[in-house]
């Protein structure tokens, strides 16, 4: 057979004997790299550090440092759990147990268990760590076999595994594969690492429940989750972030400075913003609404609900049917409407109502629309997860000519906002993939869009990856990743390049040359879902709000009732330069004023007393124990207003 050409990451290119393996290729660079490699990208499909390279492509080593390096990790280590389990509780019966962002778990079934357990509770933790320990130090390999669909049927017939038996009925023959590990054998599609050895820590973090394949009419299972590492010192590290998360939960955070609640008498999933919430949105808001109208962009304002005819139009109905209410039809009326699922085809119809010219382009539309979609109630999730939502949309129509500016543009723009709340940020370009039935318009627009994205990213220095498949139907994308201060990543704004809507609409301008054309639509949100953002910012600053985004910035603290008067006059100083400032005239004692402050992380305490009133001064304390002062009255409002310009971007 011939040799195999594979190009490394580098560009370089190895030729190899047919049947090398990525083992063999990561030893050829350094015996470093191959103790650390866990499995091999080979031309975009992630496989096994063993299996045979038969065939020319890209090939990159993975480790832990990897994305890719860890899915195989955790995958591998739901393996080893569900061995643990099948040698404590024998006659358990396996769902599904997937890799997850952070972890893995799996779905089982210890009805059958004899004597055994309906569910697990928390004491039962710590055997199942342990033994996964035991299983994993005996440093065997995972081992994949080809395997026809009859002998796998009659395996898990023989085992009574149901669950496995229906996985089946989905595959055909020729497409199925197990994966042994030691005294355990799976139905997978992998890959796994090379053999148990790496796992060397262990932590099953929660048990919840789970119906079978997310069907409410199938029997609930039990959903046993977990993490592991290569290193304890890993393990320790990421419960250490974890309780940290936990402390900084926006769920418990904005229960406790009164920002949002969710009542059962208004709905799951659907947010009220209390006054304080109310302020930090709106201060977000009104932050982005004047960095627009700076940009040029016109403020629009469309229904919450729209005809049925305008989202089958834009393909958003039926597409996302299953995220979307059901239609509503009025008595006497043969029309149908929808709870707006999203924004932009409302847009497309303010941009067609009147005639355009090439003049009058770019035509740059935002709103801070509410849309609606429907999510099953086991997902939602404070505010990160809910059924109403609010994004900072926009859309902008432009000519081809126009197109890599006013992307640039955006790009800028949404740049600006997350250097503004101190986030790192990296950028994804999401590209289709070859499964064309899952995008709209013609293929030759599409590499046109995909061309144009990726010569901004060049231009403009973005550091970015290529996601392929995770481009909308309509367009590719300019997706941008935030880092917190917990170093999680969150995909938030979005930059989508579309070449179908406008045909789908129908909408037009008038070229230089008379001719009618077609415009090309920026659709753009840089916060994405306000309600989501908020959720992240709150745990980004565990409620330590910067000074610009505090709902209340500043409280008075009278040190008796008799300064009441002059806390007033200074709480109107600090109005009056703009600045957000209570008073508390509570007639509790001072230290407990300050401890009620402090609660609620009020950035500024400023407390006034004989001396205070006298002086025309305040004794400032900022939250958290900084050093305190006693400035005058008028200078502390300036500086504190400069500071919120300052932080804001716009000294």
């Known amino acids: ?117 309906q569910t697990l509770t928390p004491d039962d933790l710590p055997a199942i760590e342990a033994k996964m320990i035991e299983l994993a130090r005996r440093d065997v390999p995972f081992v994949r076999k080809d395997i026809a669909k009859a002998d796998a049927v009659a395996y898990f017939q023989a085992k009574n595994d149901p669950y496995k038996l229906e996985l089946l009925d989905g595959l055909d023959d020729g497409q199925i594969t197990f994966y042994e590990q030691g005294n355990f054998t799976d139905l997978c599609r992998g890959p796994h690492l090379p053999s148990t050895g790496p796992i060397k820590a262990v932590k099953l973090l929660n048990i919840a429940g789970a119906y079978w394949r997310g069907d409410v009419t199938r029997p609930q299972l039990t959903r046993l989750y977990g993490v592991t590492f290569p290193k ?180 800028d723009l949404t740049q600006f906002v997350f250097k503004t709340f101190g986030m790192d940020v990296t950028t994804r370009l999401s590209f289709r993939d070859d499964n064309a039935d899952k995008y709209g318009g013609d293929p030759a627009l599409w590499e046109r869009a995909q061309r144009e994205i990726q010569d901004v990213a060049d231009e403009m220095g973005l550091d970015y990856f290529i996601g392929e498949g995770e481009a909308a139907f309509y367009g590719p994308k300019i997706d941008f990743i935030v880092r917190d201060a917990l170093g999680r990543k969150w995909q938030l704004g979005t930059v989508q390049v579309d070449y179908v809507m406008p045909d789908r609409f129908q909408l037009e301008y008038t070229g230089a040359d008379g001719q009618k054309h077609r415009p090309v639509i920026i659709h753009r949100a840089p916060f994405g879902s306000m309600e989501r953002f908020i959720s992240i910012l709150i745990e980004h600053y565990a409620g330590n709000f910067p000074l610009w985004l505090a709902p209340v910035q500043a409280v008075v603290l009278p040190v008796s009732n008799v300064f009441d008067d002059y806390a007033r006059e200074v709480v109107a100083a600090l109005e009056a330069a703009g600045l957000r400032a209570e008073v508390d005239v509570s007639g509790e004692k001072i230290g407990k004023k300050i401890r009620s402050a402090e609660m609620q992380k009020v950035p500024f305490m400023l407390v006034v007393g004989a001396s205070e009133v006298e002086n025309r001064s305040v004794a400032v304390r900022p939250h958290g124990g900084g050093e305190q002062t006693v400035e005058p009255l008028d200078a502390l409002a300036q500086r504190l207003a400069a500071q919120v310009l300052s932080e804001m971007g716009r000294a």
Request: proline share 6%; net charge negative; charged share 30%.
């Open 232 to 411: 304890k010192s890993e393990l320790d590290e990421f419960l250490r972030l974890r309780e940290e998360a936990e402390r900084r939960d926006h769920r418990k955070l904005g229960k406790e400075l009164e920002l949002f609640m969710i009542s059962p008498k208004v709905g799951g999933g659907l947010p009220v913003w209390l006054p304080k919430g109310t302020v930090l949105r709106r201060t977000l808001e009104g932050f982005l609404r004047d960095e627009q109208r700076r940009r040029g962009y016109d403020e629009v304002i469309t229904p919450h609900i729209g005809h049925l005819d305008l989202y089958k139009t834009s393909g958003h109905y039926p597409y996302y049917a299953d995220s979307q209410y059901p239609p509503m039809t009025l008595e006497g009326e043969d029309d149908a409407y929808l709870l707006k699922p999203m924004n932009c085809p409302h847009h497309h119809q303010v941009y067609a109502s009147k005639p355009r010219s090439y003049r009058d382009l770019p035509v740059r539309l935002a709103e801070f629309g509410t849309v609606y979609r429907y999510e099953q109630s086991g997902e939602l999730n404070g505010l990160s997860r809910v059924r109403g939502f609010t994004q900072d949309d926009a859309h902008l129509y432009s000519t081809h000519d126009q197109l890599k500016d006013e992307i640039k543009g955006v790009v």
């Open 1 to 117: 057979m011939s040799d195999v050409r594979l190009t490394l990451p580098d560009g370089s290119v190895r030729v190899v004997p047919h049947g090398t393996t990525g083992r063999d290729v990561a030893r050829a660079i350094s015996e470093g790299l191959a103790r650390n490699a866990l499995a091999v990208r080979h031309d975009g499909t992630v496989k096994e550090l063993d299996r045979p390279l038969d065939t020319d492509g890209t090939l990159e080593i993975l480790t832990w440092n990897d994305a890719d390096g860890k899915m195989a990790f955790w995958h591998s280590s739901a393996h080893l759990m569900a061995e643990a389990l099948e040698a404590l509780y024998p006659g358990v019966r396996l769902g599904i147990g997937p890799a997850i962002e952070q972890g893995f778990y799996y779905d089982i079934d210890l009805s059958h268990v004899e004597g055994g357990p």
